[in-house]
């Protein structure tokens, strides 16, 4: 990826030397860091080069009433840095950028508006957030309207305490993995995984040897099922938690809109949830869930980027198996000191979500020791 902005904006931190440059160095910082738990090939899942994000964030950046800009922090973090292109973005997200900014120029509709949030699908369906400091009325819907019209997108204008929908808040992306296609809602200001190609390759990597895994599935903090519902074609049932009731809702719409039925989704914190389980509280979210019915021998985990606290590794190693997404190498190092107490690493990966920076996901698997290993 070329970019005339490298050096000073912060988006890119690594790029001298190229794509495989930055990539082999994520290699070796990550091979060092998990010497202690795993020696054995750290397999690799590349992303484009470019034109690989399908969401992003633009600061507006405002010279006068009239005349303003897209802009992005420094890499130095003195100031901003305009920009009028951005090659990280998809290419329909790219394609939009300043037919988007011209037309609220034109429109005059650019007062108080201080960012654009953009989602896009691999097929083209863009849904647009403006946010602004100031309140939405009538009129700036009527013109949001035609420009949603004009440039086929979804606008949403948001301001403190206000949310402005026109057309629809989410875009339907289609994963193929494996051969096998999944549809997901996303819902603009949610969470979702932003690099379509690398999440594909996650998901058929998690998914890589679980037919010969009986019983059920166990998954915490599963957001809104991105692989909760490639696990339910691979399992007898799946029972899955997650304490945001937004991803919740987004996850059992994503059951119906792919035909799954083998879900329960149950909008609980992983404290809370352990508790039910072992009949130490009762909860209502779970009255119509019987967990005699689980034969679970497998739990997933996708944490935040603070990983799990030590009591919920300690829950997960109660299970045969545990396949760990993880978004912060440091905290995923940090919780293999508990893991790996009862546990051993069968595979390992890097997903290089985020090109062009020090961030890197990884992937683990892990099987508990033989009773003489323990």
């Known amino acids: 990826m070329n970019c005339k902005y490298f050096g000073e904006c912060g988006a890119c931190k690594v790029y001298d030397g190229g794509y495989e440059r930055q990539l082999s160095l994520k290699l070796e910082l990550n091979k060092e860091r998990f010497k202690p738990f795993y020696s054995g090939d750290i397999s690799i899942f590349k992303s484009p080069q470019s034109h690989y994000r399908s969401r992003s964030e633009f600061k507006i950046w405002h010279v006068s009433d009239d005349e303003f800009y897209y802009a992005m922090s420094r890499m130095d973090k003195e100031g901003i840095v305009y920009v009028d292109e951005c090659p990280q973005v998809s290419q329909y997200i790219a394609a939009l950028m300043p037919k988007l900014l011209k037309a609220i120029k034109e429109y005059g509709i650019g007062f108080k508006l201080f960012g654009v949030d953009f989602l896009s699908s691999t097929t083209g369906e863009i849904a647009v957030s403006l946010l602004y400091h100031k309140a939405l009325d009538s009129t700036w819907s009527e013109i949001a309207a035609k420009m949603s019209a004009e440039l086929n997108i979804y606008i949403i204008g948001r301001s403190r305490g206000q949310k402005v929908v026109i057309g629809q808040d989410y875009i339907t992306e289609s994963l193929n993995i494996n051969g096998e296609g999944f549809r997901f809602n996303y819902i603009e200001n949610s969470f ?25 599935l166990l998954e915490l903090y599963c957001g809104a099922g991105n692989f909760t519902i490639p696990f339910a074609k691979r399992f007898r049932k799946v029972l899955a938690t997650e304490i945001s009731k937004s991803s919740i809702n987004a996850a059992k719409a994503n059951m119906l809109l792919n035909g799954v039925e083998n879900i329960e989704f149950v909008r609980m914190g992983v404290e809370e949830f352990v508790q039910a389980l072992d009949g ?20 997933f985990v996708d944490p935040p980027r603070s990983g799990m606290d030590e009591a919920t590794c300690e829950f997960a190693t109660r299970y045969e198996n545990i396949v760990y997404i993880s978004c912060n190498p440091e905290t995923l190092a940090r919780d293999l000191v508990v893991l790996c107490k009862t546990h051993e690493i069968c595979d390992m990966a890097l997903f290089d979500q985020f090109p062009y920076t020090y961030h890197a996901e ?4 892990l099987a508990i020791k033989k009773v003489e290993e323990v």
């Open 280 to 299: 130490v509280r009762e909860f209502n979210r779970m009255r119509e869930i019987d967990l005699k019915l689980y034969n679970i021998n497998t739990i």
């Open 362 to 365: 990884m992937g683990v698997k």
């Open 192 to 216: 979702t995984q932003p690099n379509a190609k690398v999440n594909e390759q996650m998901i058929a990597w998690a998914l890589k040897d679980l037919h010969s895994h009986d019983g059920d």
